[in-house]
């Protein structure tokens, strides 16, 4: 049986948030397209190697990974989204169910990669040294993850927008907690990952783009269903009309980043990186 302590993320990425990443994964893959294209260009040359890609959600990049002739294991606390990365596989990844904090990992890795999937650990630290584990003796680490929240248009329109929306005023927010943004304090994050098993532990500050391939009315789509603005339309139970205001606020706050090409809006990330120890 698969052994979890993070229950509570377990049962969120499990319900309608990660039935909504299944239901878009085209449109995610797209929209993060270059962070994988960044991952994959960190990581060089990988025919051949062994890697493991935690938080793999709905396997866009395992399939990249793969693609290059690695072999990949890809590893979610998500029974649902599992399920679809490996419909998308069709053979080529392997998949594990499991809380990246405790899983016993079946073999060691040339490389330890993740998009996005790294920020929700209930114990960070105890997280990072079970990673460490999987390491080969000359194993790396490569990791996304979202930079602070205030540096992130994408996260700071859409939580301002839902708050006029609402009539509230935005929350206190732990920058520590489990969450997207639980890895953007870049000098608390590398104090969890200063653990057994790892070393040169560095992080550097990444900006590029989300892709959106549309309009702003696209955006404003997706900003229905995932992010800040969803989560408190969602929280505050957000009526018919409401939904319709913030959605159309979408669309004009992210008009001055749409092309003829589609609508690319400029992220923070934190790229994390390490050694086996």
């Keep these: ?46 025919a051949g190697r062994d890697v493991l890609d935690i938080g793999c959600g709905t396997g866009a990049v395992s399939l990249s990974f793969a693609d ?39 073999r060691r ?9 790294v920020m929700f650990f209930e114990d960070t630290r105890a997280a990072f040294e079970n990673i460490a584990k999987g390491l080969k003796p000359n194993g790396r680490i490569v990791f996304a993850a979202w930079g602070p929240f205030e540096d992130n248009i994408w996260w700071v329109r859409q939580r301002d ?23 953007s304090d870049v000098e608390w994050s590398l104090a969890q990952m200063a653990v057994p098993g790892l070393s040169n532990v560095a992080c550097e500050r990444i900006e590029l783009m989300m892709s959106f391939k549309g309009s702003a009315e696209l955006v404003a789509q997706q900003a229905l269903r995932i992010g800040s603005g969803a989560k408190l339309l969602l ?18 706050a992210f008009r001055e980043f749409e092309t003829g090409d589609g609508t690319f809006v400029p992220a923070q990330l934190n790229l994390f990186t390490a050694q086996a120890a």
């Design 161 to 183: 927008l839902a708050c006029d929306v609402l009539g509230i005023e935005p929350e206190t927010r732990d920058p520590h907690a489990p969450g997207p943004m639980g890895l």
């Design 1 to 46: 049986m698969t052994e979890v302590v993070n229950t509570d993320q377990q049962e969120f990425w499990s319900g309608p948030s990660g039935l909504s990443w299944i239901e878009d994964a085209d449109i995610m893959d797209s929209i993060f397209i270059n962070v994988v294209r960044l991952l994959r260009e960190r990581a060089g040359d990988v």
């Design 68 to 106: 290059a002739g690695a072999r990949v294991l890809a590893s979610d606390i998500s029974a649902p989204m599992l399920a679809e990365a490996e419909r998308r596989g069709a053979g080529r990844i392997e998949i594990m169910l499991g809380d990246a904090q405790v899983a016993q990992w079946p």
């Design 235 to 252: 929280a505050h139970q957000a009526t018919e009309v409401q939904r319709t205001n913030y959605a159309a606020g979408i669309a004009e």
């Design 109 to 117: 890795f040339d490389l330890i990669t993740s998009r996005f999937g």
